[in-house]
């Protein structure tokens, strides 16, 4: 089966070395490939490649910059879509350590979601409520919960060193089985951490929601109230939702989406 989509992670980040974010790439092709797509094992619907400082990304692939947080983002010409105007995401690894996250995990569940609603503009009727529409996020509701995949060792080239096998670890992310909300039998998630559908959320997990036009979401917080552990839990959970880019992406109309201006990686 011929490659159907090219992903290009652009890493600009100053704070994981260049070989590791390589295995996280490599990691997510497998994730992408074998566990969402459930692809034969020869075959690859999804390409991610990695693309190093002062290299240039293909113009016909989507693009996720690895930066240290928004801010740089922004300074670096990374916007809402790439200079073609395709899909672009962002991942924050210095933002991620600050909250106690695995960047990795965080480059996970940003490629799964951009496959899920590459335009950010999907939305799931409330089981009952008329007026409630979900976002198709398809790993808020899961954030908490990730799993290994082992990359196998490989051997000494002229360009590259020997690698032992190492594990890398990814996001979980629902099954089509959790939009549909009046299914009644699982798993609603890669690694069933659910109990039902949308709504239904794992510990330490969020969804989105707008309700007669007015975005909000709800949480479920894994960690003990009126803790400092809790205190940063909120922080984390207000930047993943109200502040994330995809939500805000939400709330903009496409016609004001910007195109990035970097052309190549910064």
């Known amino acids: 089966?011929?490659?159907?989509?090219?992903?290009?992670?652009?890493?600009?980040?100053?704070?994981?070395?260049?070989?590791?974010?390589?295995?996280?790439?490599?990691?997510?092709?497998?994730?992408m490939n074998r566990d969402y797509f459930r692809a034969a094992v020869k075959s690859k619907i999804v390409t991610i490649k990695y693309y190093g400082k002062g290299s240039v990304p293909p113009a016909d692939a989507w693009w996720i910059a690895v930066v240290d947080n928004a801010d740089i983002a922004n300074a670096l010409g990374y916007h809402d879509l790439t200079p073609a105007g395709l899909p672009f995401g962002?991942?924050?690894?210095?933002?991620?350590?600050t909250y106690g996250s695995k960047p990795s995990v965080t480059l996970s569940?940003?490629?799964?979601?951009?496959?899920?609603?590459?335009?950010?503009?999907?939305?799931?009727?409330?089981?009952?409520?008329?007026?409630?529409?979900?976002?198709?996020?398809?790993?808020?509701?899961?954030?908490?919960?990730?799993?290994?995949?082992?990359?196998?060792?490989?051997?000494?080239?002229?360009?590259?060193p020997a690698k032992p096998a190492r594990d890398v670890v990814v996001s979980d992310f629902v099954l089509q089985t959790y939009w549909n909300t009046q299914s009644t039998k699982g798993p609603w998630s890669f690694k069933n951490n659910l109990s039902g559908p949308v709504p239904a959320l794992a510990s330490g997990g969020y969804m989105a929601y707008t309700d007669g036009g007015v975005w909000n979401q709800i949480?479920?917080?894994?960690?003990?109230?009126?803790?400092?552990?809790?205190?940063?839990?909120?922080?984390?959970?207000?930047?993943?939702?109200?502040?994330?880019?995809?939500?805000l992406k939400r709330i903009v109309p496409k016609s004001d989406w910007v195109?990035?201006?970097?052309?190549?990686v910064m």
């Open 1 to 31: 089966m011929a490659t159907l989509l090219k992903i290009a992670i652009l890493d600009s980040n100053t704070k994981i070395p260049a070989s590791q974010v390589q295995d996280w790439v490599l990691a997510c092709e497998i994730q």
């Open 90 to 97: 962002k991942v924050f690894v210095q933002t991620a350590l």
């Open 109 to 160: 569940h940003e490629l799964l979601e951009m496959l899920g609603d590459a335009d950010v503009n999907v939305l799931i009727a409330d089981k009952t409520s008329l007026t409630r529409f979900w976002a198709r996020e398809v790993c808020d509701s899961v954030e908490a919960f990730e799993y290994t995949i082992t990359l196998p060792a490989t051997i000494a080239t002229t360009t590259t």
């Open 219 to 247: 949480v479920k917080y894994k960690t003990p109230a009126n803790s400092p552990k809790r205190a940063l839990e909120v922080l984390q959970k207000r930047f993943d939702g109200l502040e994330n880019p995809r939500r």
């Open 259 to 264: 195109k990035s201006t970097a052309k190549k």
